[in-house]
């Protein structure tokens, strides 16, 4: 994709992520509202569209995080079904269900809880396409939620994208918004095969204008959210907004930061990253994820093999740090990624000798 | 040792007769399966074939039985010991065997192997190699079938080892709570690898564990033509008429190996023995003569079959194998640049 | 809705007199539990806490009457919701405050917080936030002990919702496979987090399920203090003797929302009605009197936990937090490098 | 770690790898009998030592791959503990017998089903000691075996090390040699964290000199397997023989290669790499598994943190190729790592012009 795309791309998908305040107020959504109109959209448009997971229904207040809230009632319960704290017969049921054809979605309540179903994703889920010879597909979306800065400590808090990403046959998708949470989730449950779709907890109450019925934003393209000529940040999730506010402060310095929020995390747009980083010449990647074996390791690792003799300093990576999130606040917040480490990060990428 | 038919809600259950052409059908497709894997292991044994290969000898009639009591529509979801629920199910032997031997023309393009069938056109969606992990997934099959009310029931095969895994316990809880036209088939060879039924729980039953639920259990001898297609045919009745899932225990044994060529020294004597005199292979020809059928016709069946699996291995032995390519499909919906 | 003591075994069973040092060691263990909460809910309602809790409230009774019946040394994992297990095994109350409260001076220097104590010095080795880890792990401590022969018995926690996991089956069927010491107590509630049991599954009772794994099941109701010691003290008995696990599914109220401040609105009215009425604290305060305590002495008692309490916010509210650089601490034995 | 200690601790640890065939004959033994022996004289030193695993004991003819042969009829059913196919209960029962002070060994037939198991492995074993403000630790070997080229297919294959790397508090071991087999088994046992200990069917059958009782590999030690200048290939477990192989090879052709084997996937000896790198200034990083979000992907990226300006060309990484393994033999042989990308790797590395 050409540079000329990216921005093109931008224009068309970019939601607003309130760095343009000057645009006139439309109606605002927050990401649950978001989300909750992508699903009621979609199950009105396919009633193959179905949801499985922990307190969903009306009976139970439409999900612990009200994301569902409303649709038992509108689609019935064979649709939206509430089910036993049971992570392996929810993540199986849906892998059986997409491969007989409907598209259902199952909702994980927490990203540590994967860990108990991570047989029906991995070994199921993304590989049945390729051990039946394409012969079957799994078109499910797998919806979470996680995040670090809420105090849920050690087994509540954790991101994993880096695990699935390292799985063939998976796509993994995160909004940073309330409109492309609603764009991709649409697109998400139209793809053919296996998505994660990562929500982060923090950004739940976040608004954005409303994109409007039918919206999609599409997988595999980044969005390049603030354009920059010095160094590229690139990122994905909640860190978009750190990012931008970082890239705000240094444009008064006179450092002006090209900002990337991937989207789909894997795979990922490399044509808008590899683009955006022969323009400037210097590249951070910054993720929530412990930084070890992160999906930073990926794409710096491919912008090196790409544009090593381009680069004009060794790209950078900003993620959580080496040990299980902490409970109490004041570690919480030595834990995870801040604004300091994304500017000290882009100033070693500006400084560097060569 | 053989086993009386029992329920958890009933005590034991008289076995019916059987209709003379469902009994010809069951019997064709036991032994299709058996002339299968005798020719399998030959293969094996020569060196023709070289693959990984989980014999079922022992376990034939189960699971033509059941499949007897189904349509070809209906969903199956079975495990790497699954070649006899597959060829029960009417997988064509072709396309099987050349899937075993990694061929372009096996049904999943030699992607998959003999732990990997799948053949929608047969309704075997999907095999796995894990254990436990079909029951969830089958109850996914069950679940889309009672959304579109298109009558269909999923049956899923499993050991009793399997029994042990979380897995199972939460699909079984599911499928009762959800009432879902599923069938859970636990082919008990009273072996799970290396490991005897007594050395890996305490329940003296599978079925036991359907009342953990409140499932409908039953019990049956696996060797008993009349009594477990009874106990099937009645499970699928209950399933298409929408009263829910049915675990069936169907007691059998695993004559061989866990897979072709893994010693079973680990066996007792007396087990060996007993496994012997409850061989299904005899007991159903014995039952066919008692059925009016002569000698005769069911050697005639058996060469028929016979030729058919002649022709099949010829097919899968001179198919090309797949394209180094092929890794970068099927990954996506896309291919995957070189 | 009371609930009649039965086990899987015999019918119902007759409930004893309890000797008057051991109830008013109930009493007094249940009355830390019930203080603790309301001051957390007050310190979490006025702002000087801010940090997730899950209330007991309804369940302060069970989990009293089963640590009565425990050595300081025995071994306990619980849950999330199990700030009652803790205080009644013998946590001190400052540095379990001081934990949920983030500070240096918790048990875990603030790095667990409320779902994550643990405190060897009274037997509190796990605490999890993921719903049915515990089980498996108990099992674990059960088989260092028998390997060991220390006599040492091992009770887990658990929910009414966490039975329909894989790992509770798992780790039934292993319990009894190699006849462990140890108590699986299933403080059934009626909810897992908004789902009523009734929408969870479909059995009438979680005790049926010890019967899957041929394990001993006791039903309790754990707001009866006698029946709920007795029930307790047998499992204690049978585990120590090396007579292996016990289920003991013990009948009680979330008296609350899932976590402090949750809404409960999905309650229905007769549920809240019920619980009210079966509410352990007025209960218990009854079979005080009736056992010739006079309510000045038992007064005397709360104030004794209510001062108690008060040093305990103190201490722990007063604490430092824990430096930064705690997070490069305990990750391994050797610390990582800043 | 400086050079000289590194070639030293190559002396005192490096054991035969078959690349001198000089040496006098000693015993030889395969690395089952160096599993076998160093679990042996494990639990013959520290009764606390304990097995859990399907099979294991001689009832059931001692572990699928006899592994465990000859143990329980030695140290009796409570020590060597065959169990059901339950490998969350034979997980959670090794991390609560950690905890209470055993040292505890669970073995996963095959790696593919840790995924069953993850959540003791990750929310639990990782994080106890953290969680817990260090009172408690889990001192755990998880044993599990996989490989490439056997023909087992998709679910009984896949190398999943990158994702227990990305995992604080997790130690990961693999052996490529009989020797070494021994001496890190023998170290994660008496480790006091949990350690991932991961074997390759295919070296099974594969011998070394017996190095004798109570021999030791240190844990986050590398093995510098051969010495070389041009450019250092880094790598670990069964690739290591393909490594040397081809640095064999191109010896011939006046490219001189040093060989790394790590041992210790993570924490990885940095030390030891770094300082070849540094030497050498190019270097290939190797592995069996999947490629896309490796372990080469975050030692790539360290080695571009660390040298970027002494580096003479990007680090190249070889992996397994982006799908789930395939069973049919040509394709198993067209998805893993082989000898001439290895070579092609080293090449691009020598003619690159920065
Ligand atoms: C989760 C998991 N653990 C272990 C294995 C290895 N394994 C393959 S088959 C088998 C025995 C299964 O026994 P059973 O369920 O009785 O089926 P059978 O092989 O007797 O048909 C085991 C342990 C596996 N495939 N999956
Ligand atoms: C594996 C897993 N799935 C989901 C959750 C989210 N969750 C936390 S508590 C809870 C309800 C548990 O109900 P129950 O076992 O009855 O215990 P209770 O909260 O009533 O004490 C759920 C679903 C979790 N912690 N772990
Ligand atoms: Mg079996
Ligand atoms: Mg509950």
Redesign the interface.
């Known amino acids: 994709m050409s540079e000329a795309q990216t921005r093109q791309s931008q224009t068309l998908d970019a939601p607003d992520n309130g760095a343009q305040p000057d645009k006139p107020k439309a109606k605002q959504i927050t990401m649950v509202q978001a989300l909750n109109a992508a699903l009621d959209e979609a199950m009105a448009a396919d009633e193959g569209v ?1 949801l499985l997971g ?2 969903v229904a009306a ?3 439409g999900g ?1 995080f009200k994301i569902s809230a409303g649709l038992s009632e509108k689609y019935g319960e ?2 939206i ?9 929810i ?12 598209r ?1 979605i199952a909702e994980i309540m927490l990203m ?5 179903a ?7 889920a ?12 799994v078109p499910l979306v797998i919806r979470t939620t996680t995040g670090v800065g ?7 808090s ?1 991101m ?1 994208e ?2 699935f ?5 998976l ?1 993994i998708v995160t909004p940073s918004n309330a409109a492309d949470a609603k764009g991709l989730m649409r697109s998400a449950i139209e793809c ?2 296996p998505v994660i779709f990562i929500e982060n907890i923090l950004c739940y109450g976040m608004k954005s204008d409303d994109p409007g019925v039918d919206y999609r934003v599409p997988l595999g393209k980044a969005a390049v959210v603030r354009e920059g000529s010095d160094v590229t940040l690139i990122t994905y999730g909640r860190t978009v907004l750190d990012a931008l506010d970082v890239a705000g402060q240094l444009a008064e310095q006179g450092i002006s930061v090209e900002v990337i929020d991937l989207r789909t995390i ?1 795979p990922y747009d490399e044509a808008t990253v590899t683009a955006s980083v022969r323009k400037t010449g210097r590249a951070v990647v910054l993720h929530e ?2 930084r ?7 794409i ?2 491919r912008l ?2 790409a544009l ?2 381009e ?1 004009k ?5 900003i993620g959580g ?4 999130v ?6 919480e917040q ?2 995870i990624p801040n604004k300091d480490q994304i500017t000290a990060a882009i100033r070693t990428t500006m400084e ?3 | 040792m053989t086993t009386k038919t029992a329920t958890n809600d009933t005590a034991t259950i008289e076995t019916a007769s059987i209709d003379r052409a469902k009994l010809l059908d069951i019997y064709t497709r036991t032994m299709k399966v058996a002339r299968f894997d005798e020719k399998m292991r030959s293969l094996l044994m020569s060196g023709k074939l070289a693959t990984i290969y989980y014999t079922m000898r022992g376990q034939e009639l189960v699971t033509s039985a059941m499949m007897a009591a189904l349509n070809q529509d209906d969903y199956l979801v079975t495990t790497y010991r699954g070649q006899h629920d597959q060829i029960a199910k009417g997988v064509p032997l072709d396309l099987l065997i050349a899937e075993i031997a990694g061929r372009a023309t096996g049904t999943c393009k030699g992607k998959g192997g003999s732990m990997h069938i799948t053949h929608p056109a047969t309704g075997v969606m999907v095999t796995t190699g894990v254990v436990g992990s079909g029951l969830p997934i089958a109850n996914g099959f069950a679940l889309a079938s009672q959304n579109r009310g298109d009558g269909k029931v999923t049956v899923t095969c499993f050991g009793d080892g399997a029994t042990n895994i979380g897995a199972f316990h939460e699909a079984m809880n599911m499928a009762q709570l959800y009432k879902l036209p599923v069938i859970f088939l636990c082919q008990n060879n009273r072996y799970g690898e290396h490991t005897a039924f007594a050395d890996h729980t305490k329940v003296d039953s599978i079925v036991t564990r359907a009342a953990a639920y409140g499932m409908k259990g039953v019990k049956v001898d696996g060797n008993d033509a009349l009594a477990m297609y009874q106990v099937a045919q009645a499970a699928v009745d209950r399933a298409r008429a929408g009263e829910g899932p049915t675990l069936i225990e169907a007691m059998c044994y695993r004559m061989m190996g866990h897979f072709f060529g893994a010693d079973f020294s680990y066996m007792p004597p007396e087990h060996i023995a007993e496994m012997k005199a409850e061989d299904p292979l005899p007991k159903l020809n014995t039952l066919m003569l008692e059925h009016q059928f002569t000698q005769g016709e069911l050697d005639a069946i058996v060469a028929g079959l016979e030729a058919e699996l002649e022709a099949a291995v010829e097919f899968a032995l001179n198919s090309p194998f797949p394209d180094a390519d092929e890794i970068r499909k099927d990954v996506f919906e896309e291919e995957i640049a070189a």
């Open positions: 179905i922990e307190d009976k139970q207040g612990v064979n649709r079904r509430a089910t036993p704290i049971s992570e392996q017969a993540m199986g049921a849906c892998v059986g269900a997409a491969v007989a054809g409907l259902p540590n809880f994967v860990t108990v991570m047989d029906q994703i991995v070994n199921h993304a590989k049945l396409r390729f051990m039946s010879g394409g012969q079957t597909n809420v105090g849920f400590g050690g087994q509540h954790d994993l880096a695990w990403a390292h799985v063939p046959g796509k053919n095969d894997a994820a412990v070890a074996y992160g999906t930073g390791a990926e710096a690792s090196h093999e090593f003799n680069l300093a060794p790209v950078q990576r740090a080496f040990s299980a902490p409970m109490a606040s004041v570690l030595a834990w560097w000798k060569r």
